[in-house]
């Protein structure tokens, strides 16, 4: 009796941890990003919606810009090595553990930089937002193990309960308390009991997780992966930095008037990364066999398809952007909808940042990467105070367009001297 009660239960655990296909795989990951970015980006729009005015939007909004100066290296490019070490090289408890020690370490950079350049009534606003992502990154070392061994399920179910439960979280104890920080909080804290209830004991199923990375391991890590971290704060500083020039210089609620615009603009980017991020694998496989031929027509192919997304997206804004703006904002955000043209252009060129710079990391040119986020930065600082000065609000997208519009020129080339040497080596 007890033998047939083991067995049962033996059967049963093989098959929870039965390996789904590639599609299943896809469509569960991409419905559960989809969902907690959606869940993500009603916040936004319901911390306006929930208040009097736009200040708590516009400490939101620093909080997320000051943190994404720091999240490459609290992230530190790691999920994109983990779920390829196909060697297991590292154990799941060493990736946490090396999480652990980067997400600390960029947590204090972050708190650092807020008390020397953001308003101090901003700060624990900054801290609680950087915490409460930081907690979703550590899960994220379990998604890694997940997709590891084909449970993209796990992964997309996750997704969708920390959206739907921060978003309820967020919207009650704001509406209640009509605090950011106690709403921030609340966040954090229904995010670590879904990965301890939740994605902890599934991720269990394939591997103990003991907490634990030698030295020497970390130090590799460190170096190996630090070109492309650095280019990565850099992509992410270029627009954070007239965002937080805006709000020094203009206060937090035309920050947050910026921001309540150009959230529903962030979509052209989304729907540009849907496009290229399933082909990044096709470029290196193209690129390791030397088909540079077809390697310039699948760039051909996705430079258009980032072209056609944002035409169409601008003609709709264009054309509906005002009334879409004031019913979801309310009549308040209607004299401001003049910014929506120069958005819909800064954020069409950050797609093309997006995906030359993902590009480059896959066919692993870490230089051309490197220097077109360096250039990005180093053009946003001095032209940030033009452009805001004379131009206000609108002067954050101008900002980005130049800085970013200068990065993937830079980037274009390398990759230009990437194609041409392919199409060398393929004639011979």
């Not at 959206?163 to 979280?169: E, N, Q, Y």
């Not at 609620?253 to 990364?273: F, H, K, R």
Request: charged letters at 15%; a positive charge.
């Amino acid at each position: 009796m007890g033998d047939g009660r083991r067995k049962s239960s033996e059967s049963i655990s093989e098959r929870e941890v039965k390996p789904l296909s590639i599609k299943q795989n896809m469509l569960w990951n991409s419905f559960g990003s989809i969902t907690y970015l959606a869940c993500q980006w009603l916040i936004t729009i319901l911390v306006v919606r929930l208040s009097s005015g736009y200040e708590a939007a516009g400490t939101l909004s620093l909080a997320m810009s000051v943190y994404n100066i720091f999240a490459p290296f609290a992230i530190y490019r790691m999920y994109t090595y983990q779920v390829s070490d196909v060697k297991r090289e590292n154990t799941v408890g060493e990736y946490f553990a090396f999480r652990i020690i980067t997400s600390s370490a960029a947590l204090v950079c972050c708190l650092v930089y807020a008390a020397l350049t953001c308003p101090g009534s901003a700060l624990l606003a900054i801290a609680l937002y950087a915490i409460f992502k930081i907690v979703g990154l550590l899960i994220d070392v379990l998604h890694g193990l997940d997709q590891v061994n084909k449970r993209m399920d796990y992964i997309g179910k996750s997704l969708v309960i920390q959206g739907v439960l921060t978003l309820a979280a967020f919207c009650s104890v704001f509406a209640v308390t009509a605090s950011l920080e106690f709403a921030l909080a609340s966040m954090a804290i229904v995010t670590v009991l879904v990965g301890v209830l939740y994605d902890f004991p599934r991720s269990s199923r394939f591997e103990a997780l003991k907490i634990k990375i030698s030295r020497k391991k970390t130090l590799h890590l460190l170096k190996y992966c630090l070109p492309i971290v650095v280019a990565a704060v850099a992509c992410a500083a270029a627009p954070s930095i007239p965002r937080q020039f805006l709000s020094f210089s203009q206060g937090e609620a035309a920050l947050g008037i910026y921001a309540s615009v150009a959230a529903p603009v962030a979509i052209i980017q989304m729907g540009a990364s849907y496009i290229y991020n399933p082909l990044l694998s096709v470029f290196s496989e193209q690129y390791a066999e030397k088909r540079a031929k077809d390697l310039a027509v699948t760039f051909c192919k996705v430079v258009g398809g980032i072209a056609v997304v944002g035409a169409v997206c601008a003609i709709g804004f264009e054309l509906l952007g005002s009334w879409l703006l004031t019913l979801i904002f309310g009549q308040s955000i209607e004299p401001y909808t003049y910014l929506l043209i120069p958005v819909i252009a800064s954020t069409i060129v950050s797609a093309y940042v997006w995906f030359f710079n993902d590009l480059l990391v896959a066919l692993r040119c870490f230089r051309g990467s490197f220097v077109g986020n360096v250039v990005s930065v180093i053009i946003a600082l001095p032209i940030t105070l033009f452009f805001v000065h004379v131009f206000g609000m609108n002067g954050v997208s101008f900002t980005v367009i130049v800085a970013y519009g200068v990065g993937a020129l830079v980037m274009a080339l390398y990759l230009l001297a990437l194609v041409r040497r392919g199409l060398r080596e393929e004639s011979r």
